[in-house]
């Protein structure tokens, strides 16, 4: 069976369950975060089969991500390290601003080595990865250009959301090294933003400019917007669905999933994007990061524009 | 003194204090729910007097709706039944969207039968129906014909709110149903889509339509659009008061409350309207199904412009 | 791979979070119980595998049921019924009291049918029955006793927890089908008071009047007294570990989940007893009915002594 | 050192945290209350020095706000009284609507007397001075002319915000008492109505009615609408920022300490307007009186855009 | 039929949820204290009818309380007054300890006068007065000596809870007045301390001594202890019902009502006692004021010796 | 005037407020914790001068740990870090365990180095290390060294609790490292197990033996046991106050704080061990680690007896 398989880091995500300064929250959740889980745990809400691999501490928190990643039917492939498992705090100052903070430098999860990466990638025909992962460790940037390699080795498709983060290093740093990847992608995800920071400032074809360097489906996903695509030469274009934002992060893995999902049932392109567009509107409508991940029947439940009852 | 009888199903009522999936969701309030309570409690804050007629379960839970019941100052006709008090759990699984589903079948409330009507109705100048409990088992369907029949046999006067729900019969099965209560009934509430289950697609004339079918002051609610009636044959238009929405169920019951509290106190027609689109209004601010029946003061001191200090 | 069949009714509950009437209890909890699914999920904590069938609504409690014992592990085999998801309600007026109620006559779970039972157990070497699934229905009842005929005809070994449950029939009722069941089983487990219930007044040897009935392996637990058991002819007593109890409602089912899941895997009599009598234990220090149920490592990292830091 | 000092009545706070009738709010948050003590939190919290002056009760709310005062960096000056320290109760019956409830009189807060301001006044180079405690009580109302005359007579600039409040006294009461402390006043703050409670009906042109009563820096502050000064004979009009509202308490009190820590710092007008302008409109994006004053840091960081992550 | 009256201040209570310093308290739930309403509630509970009056606020605590009463079935005659609704403030700041503080001076309730009382003590046939009345202002203590000797003129029984409250006045200044209102009392309750206050160091046998006074039923009620007491010339000691505390206020006013109740009915003194035992035992397993007084079929169903499932 | 300084390693802390799994724990509270700025903060509570240096992350968490030791009055040189503020992750599986997972390796507060030290140590007559820091680091190793010889070397005394954590390092490790530090102190704190790592199997005497390294100075605490010390060669032995545990976390702490404040103040051998058992047992009721440190006023009224009304 057509499968996908990713690997990163999977923080434990502690979020503010009230609005204003963090010494004045009451309480706060505890969920997961990570791109890649976010992406596993979206294409197996959407009906395909996913596995994760990664490194988590020997504490409670890596305890609990990895039942709650098998919980949601990803095959979990969890490497027990002797560091702590890394944490999120999240919280709004204002009803206007969210801040997230990484407690993470030298977490289990950033110790990920090539030799972490099984030979087989788990029998995927799809590998996923991002530009976080590079920029935790030097083993950890080696380890995903492993993988990739791996998989074009063995005619694995590799698809590659750039996801820059400036808190984890510069433009100067990363620009280099997310350029690399995406040359050996064939599935490639960019905000116009880190486009920009691997093509330059391209014009405006910033989907064309990135296909250029080798991807044949680029798709430029563009918040409230929506996105703008080149699939196997073929441009598109797609306006977001209109929806109330409650937490706008999150927007971006749904859509993944909901491009990479279509992709492993065999979909035909538009209905990719649209199954995106979809998945990422319905994941700014609910709070926390991987909760908003839709389900194949609440993607057909929802109509975007009432309330139901 | 002028009073309102109604007979039907109070339900107990989860409801999610987050939005999410129904697990990820940490806590839930507990209130009651039922459509007919729901007028007699609001014509009870607005100054009306009212007595409700119903079964619940030898359950916590029926012990709880007799005792809110009670505590609303309505005249509360409690039968206790072996079966169990039905429950409705609600949730919204994003921000834009709202869940409930009901457990009542064989519920003591469905379990209501002829016998359990007084044949004098409490002393009620007004019986309030609703097409809600004919839905519910064929005993509560004759028990419903046989109250509309006690009170037109002895002058008191009918209302009935067709509240039409799809989960409980088809609308082949209930069409009939429902228009042989509106024949039934002197004051007659409808949505636009209720109006046309019975009255087929009758031009855009509801109001007059629904009239032809014998009662002589019918409402046509419509949501953030307002209403339109025909009261003793004048038609009459009211657009909705503008307010911010913060759950929209409930509406439907606080209007009617608001009009038929309106009718006992024997106010004029568009008074009564006025009332009952100033209740609706009230009620979608306020989370919660019977905690937004506003009271008489409540609706004077309501600015529906400003954050009062 | 030997593992565990068992069919039943699966509810979800709402718990509340504090003492006091259930009106002015503010938040509730929602969770799932059932005696057969709790002792599947246990036993899957503690390393066995476990296979759950039932009915469920089409409702979201129906969905969530199915989502968190998926989560869990165990291989769900849920029938979705067009009758609703049973629930039920605890709360605590006092301190020291508890009470439950079932909202759950004529709920999908209750509407079990012995065609519902596959022929090949799903492969499973033991069989897990519980005396609450024959007072549900007429059909549920036949599905069990089909269950338990289909197991012995095919070399399965059966177990059954006698569970009675005075809320859902009489002694009277109850007696001559638990008794029945009974002696269809290889593994019975009782409370002093439901032994009576079908050995009658046996003087104090209840492991032995049991036993005689035809199971092998007879187990008697009797709360914060421990166990007393008659296993492959051996007489065995075990006290309870000294625990500070939070919530009393769980331990039986973890219990059985102790027991079984040892006997899966082929532990020797004492070391089963041993093991029922931890996890029993293990239960009645943590809230709610399946969230007590211990894990292997759990287990023995539990030192019923003391706060570890 | 430049530094403010302010004479006042600081409250308990309980806030509901859930929209409906108050028997219907689960639970209550506890936080500080009192316009002058704001301010001087906020000054604070923008980098200025400010000592903060009034009598508190002897009881568990006296205790909390001295050391919540304490905590934030304010110099305070608690003088214990026998009576009761004041409480606030706040709560939203709708959606739209939010009451305030004062149970205040007589309580500590309310009996400061002119033996309680020292001569120095604790050094500071500006006395701020609101129109809520002249109407608390007689001995209340000489102390705060006493600490208007007291600052005049050592050079001491006077700042005076108008705040009038209709639950403590009439308009008819409180416009000449207003009136006589303005003329005091070296920076005065009002809003429309407050300003022609003292000037009249003036004409548009309030800033400069009010600057004819003495003050050489007015500021007229207009909610949404932004706000009006003259500074120093300069005539100024900025409008507010396009912020979200999630409650509106507290923007005046944000806005008066943006004000004077800017003038404490020894900034131009312009920019004090700014800060002012900047800090009101960060103050309605946060739930909470106090909660929602913001740092310099807080202020430099917030975009007013959009969600930073 | 016999019902009894009862005067009094009530006053809107805020509880700290959790346990620690009242800063760190994250949520604080709303409810009613005062023990006259407590008592009347509690009589109602118990089959009974009562009506309480007192003074409330035009606030929102003073609508609650009005409503709550009325909820709970008790015939309320409040006055609205100008002044504030006064509160109480409860908290722990240990696992140990449990400080309430009174914002109630001046307030509404405190300014009862005798003019209030009803010259036919709404009907009652007893009449239930504190020693917390007396205490709180001039006019207060005028209107208790008022409604005792109404009732007394007319025939009325007079029950006096002594209720000493040294956070309201000193024991020199209590002793005189509650002595003076012992000696009109029919009914008398006390705690030992109590008692010595108004009897002096009399021996150990204070049910006599203070029988001396007047009163031909004497209670003295004595926490974990249980009670004495002189009924009719009668001696009688109970012990109280062994329970699990959860939260020692509000057994006083519960064992009042139990006692109270029980007379109404006509119950002799062992049956009397024994119910105010039992409702004593069942407040303390109750968190709240108010919460924990019993209904007739709470107490019926209260094993208080196991949990029951 | 006579202060304390200490250093060393203050984390955010987020602590479950529910037993269970830590995925069905719904919320959590947010503190801060580490043993030296507890010291700092129980210091200061009880009427001391305390400083607390050390690194912070620039991040919400850092932000907030310095705001919250500012609002105790602990006088904070906090130096930010360009790594992460570590966290802390406790819950309770059961009612009977806690688990405090470390999230900590290379956070800034790990980062600490000789360099950071004063060479005035703040001005302080007393300086307060703990074996925590040592393990963090080799340079926060060397820091706490060059802390403890600037502090011999200027003649301020050198206070040290040996507070082994077996997460951060071996038995083997640390003994060497925390005999050569206590060979440093003047005021030496042990639990017996820390005795024993660093004496040997000394007999019974630990004091004594702990004495014979140097301290003048030596306490053993031992939870309910009570402590046993040998101060300025004069043993003494103090029995724990008996009070029931609510989080036996902090105690240690709370202890040394009271002993040290008791020693800044200048009071003798046995009321610094009094009040050092009376804070440690107070501690000890109150859920959090900082939350439970008492103030003196808080201690004064204790009755550790009863609850108080
Ligand atoms: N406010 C929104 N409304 C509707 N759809 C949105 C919204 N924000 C994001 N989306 C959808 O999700 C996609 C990804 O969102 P985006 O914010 O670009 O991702 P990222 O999280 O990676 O920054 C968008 O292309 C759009 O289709
Ligand atoms: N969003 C809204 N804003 C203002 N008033 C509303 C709103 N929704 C409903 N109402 C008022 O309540 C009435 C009943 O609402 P509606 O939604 O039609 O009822 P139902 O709950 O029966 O569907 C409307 O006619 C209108 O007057
Ligand atoms: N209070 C307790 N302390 C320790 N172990 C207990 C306690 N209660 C139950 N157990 C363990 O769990 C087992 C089953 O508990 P029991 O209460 O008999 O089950 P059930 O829930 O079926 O009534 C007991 O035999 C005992 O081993
Ligand atoms: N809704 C808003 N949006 C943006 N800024 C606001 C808003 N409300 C108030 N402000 C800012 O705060 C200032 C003071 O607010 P205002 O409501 O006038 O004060 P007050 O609380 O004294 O009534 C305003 O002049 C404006 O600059
Ligand atoms: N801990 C307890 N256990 C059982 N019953 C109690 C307990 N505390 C009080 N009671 C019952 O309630 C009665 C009144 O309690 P008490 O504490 O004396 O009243 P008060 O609240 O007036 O001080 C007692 O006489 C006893 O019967
Ligand atoms: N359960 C308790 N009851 C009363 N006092 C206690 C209790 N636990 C600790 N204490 C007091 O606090 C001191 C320190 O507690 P301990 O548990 O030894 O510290 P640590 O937290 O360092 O392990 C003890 O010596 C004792 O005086």
Redesign the interface.
């Given at each position: 069976m057509s499968s996908l398989f990713t690997v990163g880091e999977t923080m434990?995500l502690?979020g503010a369950?009230?609005?204003?300064?963090?010494?004045?929250?009451?309480?706060?959740?505890?969920?997961i975060g990570g791109a890649e889980s976010n992406v596993a745990i979206g294409v197996t809400r959407l009906g395909g089969a996913a596995t994760w691999l990664g490194r988590l501490?020997s504490?409670?928190?890596g305890?609990?991500i990895a039942?709650?990643l098998?919980?949601?039917?990803v095959h979990t492939m969890d490497i027990r390290d002797e560091?702590?498992?890394?944490?999120m705090?999240k919280?709004r100052?204002?009803?206007?601003?969210?801040?997230?903070?990484?407690?993470?430098?030298?977490?289990a999860g950033s110790r990920l080595t090539p030799a972490d990466i099984p030979s087989d990638l788990a029998g995927a025909s799809l590998l996923h990865l991002t530009g976080i992962t590079p920029a935790l460790s030097d083993s950890a940037r080696a380890a995903v250009f492993h993988a990739a390699e791996t998989a074009r080795a063995s005619g694995v498709a590799v698809s590659f959301d750039l996801n820059y983060r400036s808190k984890l290093w510069s433009r100067f740093d990363a620009a280099p090294v997310l350029r690399d990847l995406a040359t050996r992608a064939d599935v490639l995800f960019a905000g116009p933003d880190e486009a920009e920071l691997i093509v330059g400032a391209a014009g405006t074809d910033l989907p064309a400019a990135l296909a250029a360097l080798g991807p044949v489906e680029v798709v430029v996903k563009d918040g409230a917007r929506g996105c703008t695509a080149l699939l196997d030469g073929v441009p598109a274009k797609l306006p977001a669905l209109p929806?109330?934002v409650?937490d706008?992060?999150g927007a971006g893995d749904a859509f993944v999933a909901g491009y990479l999902a279509a992709r492993l049932a065999g979909w035909a392109a538009p209905d990719r994007l649209r199954q995106a567009v979809a998945a990422g509107a319905?994941a700014v409508?609910?709070?926390?990061d991987c909760?908003?991940l839709p389900s194949t029947s609440?993607l057909d439940?929802?109509?975007?524009?009432?309330?139901?009852?």
């Open positions: 434990g502690f369950l009230a609005i204003g300064r963090i010494e004045h929250v009451a309480s706060f959740g505890f969920g501490g504490d409670a928190t305890d609990m039942r709650r098998r919980a949601e039917g560091s702590f498992t890394g944490l705090v919280h100052r204002t009803g206007e601003t969210m801040q997230v903070d990484y407690h993470r430098a030298g977490s929806v109330t409650v706008p992060v319905f409508t609910v709070p926390g909760e908003g609440e439940d929802m109509s975007f524009v009432d309330v139901r009852r």
